[in-house]
Every structure is written in C-alpha cells, then in structure tokens.
C-alpha cells in the first residue's frame, strides 16, 4: 500500500522551489519547453562513515509523477505573483493541461548504490522534467538517509551473529508527522521489524509494536499497581517499561505481576550490565521467553558494541538516530541535466566541469558484477546504449507518463535489502573502517567525457 497523506498540498506541484517554475515559464516563453530532457538523479559522494546507500522512496515518486497536475486555483494564484504578471496565458493554459508523459528508470527500492550511480532516470519533455526536480530530491533525498541508516543497524546485529531485532521508535523525534510515517516506511525497507506509528501500520501494513510510558508507571501508586494494571488489561500483550524508580526492582515487580510475560524494556542506565542482569533473574523464574527490549538514545555502533559485549538484548527500540540520520542528517542528492533532444534531433549531452561538482553527460545504465559466490565485486558506470553481460541496476518503471511494472509488497522490498546485504563484501559490512567500493567509468563514457570537455575547452581558448 503507497503511503498518501491526507493533506491536499501533498502532491502539490507548488510544492517546489520558485526557480523551477521560472525556468518553466522560460522554456514555454523561449520555444524550449517541449523538448525532450534526460535528467538524473544521485549523490557525489557518500556521508561520513558510511561505505553505501540504500535507494528508498521511489513508490511516492512514482504516485507524485502520476498525479502530477496544477488545479485552477493554483494557476490562478501563480497568475498574481509579481514576477509572473507579464507572462502569456498561454503558459498558464499550459500548466492547467500539464501531465506528466515521460519515462523513468531507477533503482528498484532496497538496492545498494554509490556514488555517480543514478537513483532516477527521468526522460521527459524539457518542462515536465524540470518541475518535478524539488519534490524528488526532497522525498528521495528522506527516504534514502534514513534506510541507509537502518541498514546499518541491521548489519551491527547480523555483523555479531544475533537473532536480535529493531523497531522504529522514532516518530516523537522526527522533523513533523509526516515524515514520521516517511521514517517509519523507510526503516522497514532497511531492515526494521516494526514500527511504534500506527499510522504507517494502518496505511503500510506494517507490524505495529510498543510499550507503555513512564507516564502510566507514575500514574499509579506504586510500580507494582502499574504493572498489574497494565497486564489486566493487555494479558497476552504486555511488555513493561521498568527503569522508571529502581530498574532491578522494577524487574522483580515485573516478575511478580505474573506468568506468560511478552517482555521488559529497559530505557536509561548500564544497558549492559542491566541486561545481564535481567536475564538471569527472568531466567530463575522460569521466563526463558520473555524478551529485553533496550531503548534510550540508540544507534548501531552502539548496538554492535551491546552484543559483541554479550548483552542478552533481544529487541531494539531506536528513535531519534534512526529517524533522523543523526550522524548524517542530509544527503546531496542532485538532479542534472544530462541530455536534450532538440527540435531538430540532434542530441546535446549535458555536464559539469565545475570542481568537486563534475557531472557526467549521457543517459546512462549502472551495471553489478557479482562474484562465484553471489558477492559484489564492482558496478560499471556506462552510457544507457552500451551492453554488458553484467546485472543491469536501473529498471523502466514508467512509460509515457504510465507504469509498466508492477508495485512491489514493502515485504519483497525489505527481502531485496536483506539479500544485499548478505552480498556485501566484508569490507563493506565494517560501521567505522569504511572503504570504497569500486565503481568504474566505462570507455564510451568517457570517451563522451573527454570530447566534450576538449570541445568547452576550445570555446575558451
């Protein structure tokens, strides 16, 4: 199931930059706007500590290109912005008929990149293709970041052997509710069990699971009063919070409130040690299947240090690292132009020579060479034209505007992650000694390159 807001503004083409709508308005005024465009999107270069990304958000791309349209009180308010009071109207008639026509090839959600490689191809006329610019980067740009980051977590428990699991906890912390829901789909494409956010449950299909707060501890009494109260209501369902006085004693009231206990969840304190302290007191009950939840400030280095240390934890619970890729809370996804087919035929290929910004020209396909035993070796960065016996990394979703393949379950996406992350090199898996993978540029590319750099340079001399 797509994740859709409620709100009316969410696929909003004014929900963009200004500057997008100017280049449109100059494109129509200029004779330019009907040409066909090739745009791509990717990042130069990768976050700190971090050795790959992990493509996400393309099912709210692909509904946002489908509905892509501007309502007449939209056109009508953009006809009274100063800068636009001198435009045609038949620009304004335009946008009123706009629809989105073009093609995209991507990376299927749940595959690993690197940097260079196109997350999005998008071929459309020139206008089209450029209003879309803001709202792909924002929604991929969010969705990435943040399953990136829960793979991460999924690779510091499968790094140590461990039957542990992750939930998102992270909606309270998130940059408003709707990116709560984002966060929360996106996590699970990394590798999460389940999320707190019910709503991205209802309208994901998501496993929903959570606790209760301090709050309802406090609210009582005395601990046990709470624990009893909780369990009276919620007998097959109960996993108490049990830091909120004195965490041992809160584990011995939660023992005492009776058999058949989901689990416990400890918030603050020496996570390790209190762990091991709670398995061997739950174990002497007899509770051998009552699990430890840890939450409180999580990320995966410090769950890789948790259980290569040992600690008993079976469930995770993290909010605020997750949700918001703490450590690297922004990535630079751009989107350039990288190819024009003008009113003629003729083809003009796009690039950058700017330092530290150089982009390539061409459409072009990634293609993955795997080794005898199903493990990355390097991707081949090439022009879309070219062929290789290698894995092609970029599939055609959309046809003149329409999809040509079929949505995927959020539970084929989460396996496609898995699967990846098992053919990950070692070096790869590592969460501090980070390397670099192999990409390389392929001849026609750079051939490509190369002229036309020669032929900027010329026009300078």
């Not at 990394?393 to 505007?401: K, T």
């Not at 051939?447 to 300078?460: C, G, N, S």
Request: some cysteine; proline content about 4%.
């Amino acid at each position: 199931m797509s994740f859709r807001s409620q709100t009316t503004s969410e696929y909003s083409v004014l929900n963009t930059d200004l500057y997008q709508l100017t280049m449109a308005a100059g494109y129509h005024v200029h004779g330019l706007a009907d040409q066909r465009a090739t745009f791509e999107l990717y990042v130069r270069r990768l976050p700190h500590q971090r050795s790959f990304l992990l493509a996400a958000g393309l099912e709210q791309a692909l509904d946002y290109l489908e509905q892509l349209h501007f309502s007449v009180e939209e056109v009508s308010w953009l006809r009274h912005l100063p800068a636009f009071a001198q435009l045609p109207d038949s620009f304004f008639e335009r946008l009123l008929n706009l629809r989105f026509t073009g093609d995209v090839w991507a990376l299927p959600e749940g595959t690993i990149f690197f940097p260079y490689e196109p997350i999005v191809r998008i071929s459309a006329p020139l206008i089209e293709a450029q209003l879309v610019e803001t709202w792909l980067l924002a929604m991929l740009n969010f969705q990435t970041s943040v399953a990136s980051k829960a793979a991460r977590i999924k690779l510091a428990i499968k790094n140590q052997a461990s039957a542990a699991s992750f939930i998102d906890f992270g909606s309270r912390r998130a940059h408003g509710p709707e990116a709560s829901v984002l966060a929360a789909r996106a996590a699970w494409i990394g590798g999460a069990a389940g999320t707190s956010n019910v709503l991205a449950a209802q309208r994901l299909g998501l496993p929903v699971q959570g606790t209760a707060a301090h709050s309802w501890t406090m609210a009582f009494d005395t601990e046990p009063q709470a624990f009893k109260a909780y369990r009276e209501v919620f007998p097959e369902h109960s996993t108490l919070l049990v830091d909120t006085y004195d965490t041992v004693q809160g584990v011995k009231h939660a023992i005492e409130s009776g058999p058949d206990l989901k689990g416990v969840r400890l918030d603050s304190g020496d996570f390790l040690g209190l762990s091991l302290e709670t398995r061997q007191l739950l174990d002497a009950a007899g509770m051998h299947s009552t699990r430890i939840v840890v939450s409180g400030d999580m990320n995966e280095l410090k769950v890789q240090d948790l259980l290569k240390a040992g600690a008993p934890v079976d469930v995770f619970g993290i909010g605020t690292e997750l949700v918001t890729s703490l450590d690297a809370p922004s990535l630079g996804g751009v989107y350039k132009l990288v190819e024009l087919e003008k009113a003629d035929g003729t083809i003009k290929h796009a690039l950058k020579l700017s330092n530290s910004k150089v982009s390539y020209p061409g459409s072009k396909q990634v293609w993955r060479r795997l080794g005898p035993d199903g493990k990355f070796l390097s991707d081949l960065l090439e022009l879309a034209e070219t062929s290789s016996k290698d894995e092609p990394l970029l599939l055609q979703f959309m046809s003149q505007g329409q999809r040509c393949l079929e949505q995927e379950s959020l539970v084929e996406i989460q396996a496609r992650t898995l699967s990846q992350l098992e053919a990950l090199p070692s070096s790869l898996r590592q969460l501090k000694q980070v390397e670099d993978y192999p990409v390389t540029v392929g001849p026609a590319l750079t051939k490509l390159f190369d002229t036309l750099k020669h032929q900027h340079e010329l026009q300078l001399a």
